[in-house]
């Protein structure tokens, strides 16, 4: 009966040590949300130089794929790793950084750290609609920029958002590029200042929706420390059809056009066309031409 007893205790002991252990390794999960997004993009495109010479090439056009993060509370926090993806590698190169950032959403804003869109071309960027050609008048430090810290807010109608980057590159200046956007509605308007070039960036874009039709307009201007750079570009949309008229003042214009059409929820073809109308003397214009099709998820 005693060697009973012992290993009844031992047994209750043993249990009772296993529900304590449990009770002190039970662990709540954050409720986040994470998706996998992307897209896969393959076009033949011929683009003659300024002596009217080309040949048929095919290729990756821009695909990529992407991690999406957000977890939902009074203070939300949020991230995003996005990589380039080359579908025509066959060495080490087949993937590339687009953004990796992370950040927390409260009631004054976001606030995101890392390599982020800018948010100066998310004005330039408005008539930056086709696969593969226009947006040539579009004067920017980069899409993408690394090392920064970005603030955004929205109140009803009206929005801000402000970038800084500090990547100590010059090794001169704590805050090498300082980007601001403040938008009201469909107008949008922006700034941009590389504090190492002293070279200054300014833009406003708009978009008038007519129901079947829309029409978006930009106009920007460099400033490199004395001498402008300016450029416009007017985009309009009908249905799956879009034109664009894009002008480099006192330089090249340029005229571009593209159809798209679903083949599938995800699966679609298009094609476009551009004129570049060169201003230098003795370059001829060119035509260009191209045909693909993507899968977007």
Avoid: H
Avoid at 2 to 15: D, N, P, R, Y
Avoid at 121 to 140: I, K, L, Q
Avoid at 189 to 194: D, T
Avoid at 235 to 262: C, K, M, R
């Amino acid at each position: 009966m005693s060697s009973i007893k012992t290993i009844t205790s031992a047994m209750a002991g043993v249990l009772a040590l296993t529900t304590m252990v449990s009770a002190e390794t039970t662990v709540t999960l954050p409720d986040v949300n994470a998706s996998i997004y992307g897209k896969l993009n393959y076009s033949a495109y011929y683009n003659e130089d300024t002596s009217g010479n080309a040949t048929w090439t095919s290729g990756n056009n821009a695909s990529r794929i992407g991690l999406s993060i957000s977890e939902v509370g009074d203070i939300g926090a949020f991230g995003k790793v996005e990589v380039g993806v080359d579908m025509d590698d066959a060495g080490s190169d087949t993937f590339s950084s687009r953004l990796a950032y992370f950040g927390i959403d409260s009631a004054i804003g976001t606030v995101s750290i890392g390599r982020q869109s800018s948010v100066f071309t998310g004005v330039t960027g408005a008539t930056d609609v086709f696969e593969m050609y226009g947006s040539n008048a579009d004067n920017n430090q980069g899409s993408r920029l690394s090392n920064t810290a970005v603030w955004t807010n929205a109140v009803g109608p009206a929005s801000v958002s402000t970038l800084v980057q500090m990547d100590g590159t010059a090794n001169t200046k704590d805050i090498d590029i300082y980007e601001v956007a403040v938008g009201i509605g469909p107008i949008t308007a922006g700034y941009s200042k590389n504090n190492n070039t002293e070279v200054d960036y300014m833009a406003v874009a708009g978009t008038i929706d007519l129901g079947m039709a829309s029409v978006t307009g930009m106009y920007n201007i460099k400033d490199d420390n004395g001498t402008e750079t300016k450029g416009y570009e007017v985009v309009a949309s009908v249905g799956n059809i879009t034109g664009s008229y894009q002008e480099v003042v006192d330089g090249d214009t340029y005229f571009t056009a593209g159809i798209s059409q679903p083949v599938t929820g995800a699966l679609s073809v298009y094609a476009e066309y551009q004129l570049e109308q060169n201003a230098t003397a003795g370059e001829k214009d060119q035509n260009s031409y191209a045909i693909g099709t993507k899968i977007v998820f």
